[in-house]
Structures are given as C-alpha cells and as structure tokens.
C-alpha cells in the first residue's frame, strides 16, 4: 500500500530537482528511430535568445549505447540567426571511447551513456530574436547504428 505522503514526496523532489538549472535557456534531445541516426536526417532546435548581452555556452547532447562501432562521432551543425542566415558551422569531433581502453566517457547505466560536449563556450549573439541550430551526422556511413539521441542546450555563461 503506498502512503499518502509518498507521492507529494515525489513531486517535490521533481520540483526540487528541476529548480536546481538556473543557467540552463534551451534544452531539448532529438530521439532516433530504431537507435539509427541516418545521413539525411538533420535533427532541428529553435531556441529564443532575449538577452544578447550575455554570454552562452552551447553544448551537444548524445546518447549511444556501449555497441556504438566507433571511439568518435563526427557532426556538423549549422548555427543561423533569426533571418535563417548561418552565422556559424563547423565539424565537430566528440571522443565517446577513450581510445586506448575502450572504457566509454560521459556517464551511464547499464548500455547507454550520455555526454554533454562544449560546442560553442562564450558565445555572444548579436540581437534577441528565434535562432536555429541544424545536426548532421558526418561519418562515413549512410546509418549511423546505436546513437539514441542528439541534442542541444543553451546556457548562460559565467563572467
């Protein structure tokens, strides 16, 4: 039988928990189908920016599971600004594996691990306005197996 008491218990603990993010903007995880990032599948984020005097820092979200083939994943995002112009893009090379003992980076349980990546530290934008970032996997392969999620958060960034 559960206690009256356990579950406001726990939804303080998820207000709790929640309230903890203070410099977080934007987040939001793309989640793949079948655990199969394809080429032509391009995952995109609108966020809003309403203070162009701070500095942000971007980061890439993913998750991969421990079958994921390879030590790396390489990305190209494509950063635009409120008229759709691309204001940044560059390739992105996030290590999953140490490259010598294999042991995954990022934290996880079981199978599958998440990592946070610096993308874009400090970053300032020129105005407030809806800006876009755009991901395309960059492997050398047409599906990309055991990647579960990309993502992208937005954070204030500290002086």
Not at 8 to 20: H, I, P, Q
Not at 43 to 69: G, K, M, Q, S
Not at 129 to 149: A, C, F, K, N, P
Request: charged share 25%; net charge negative; glycine share 4%.
């Amino acid at each position: 039988m559960i206690k009256p008491q356990l579950p406001l218990l726990l939804l303080c603990c998820v207000f709790w928990l929640s309230a903890c993010d203070t410099d977080r903007v934007y987040e939001q995880n793309y989640d793949f189908a079948n655990k199969e990032w394809k080429v032509d599948s391009v995952p995109t984020f609108r966020f809003e920016i309403n203070d162009p005097d701070e500095a942000y820092n971007i980061y890439w979200n993913v998750r991969n599971t421990l079958n994921f083939p390879y030590r790396n994943l390489y990305l190209t995002f494509y950063l635009e600004d409120t008229l759709g112009r691309t204001i940044s893009t560059d390739l992105h090379n996030m290590l999953l594996f140490d490259p010598k003992t294999g042991k995954p980076y990022g934290s996880g349980m079981g199978d599958i691990f998440s990592h946070q990546i610096m993308a874009l530290p400090k970053y300032r934008f020129d105005s407030a306005g809806t800006y876009q970032v755009r991901l395309e996997q960059y492997m050398r392969t047409e599906t990309l197996e055991d990647i579960l999620s990309v993502g992208v958060r937005v954070e204030t960034a500290e002086p």
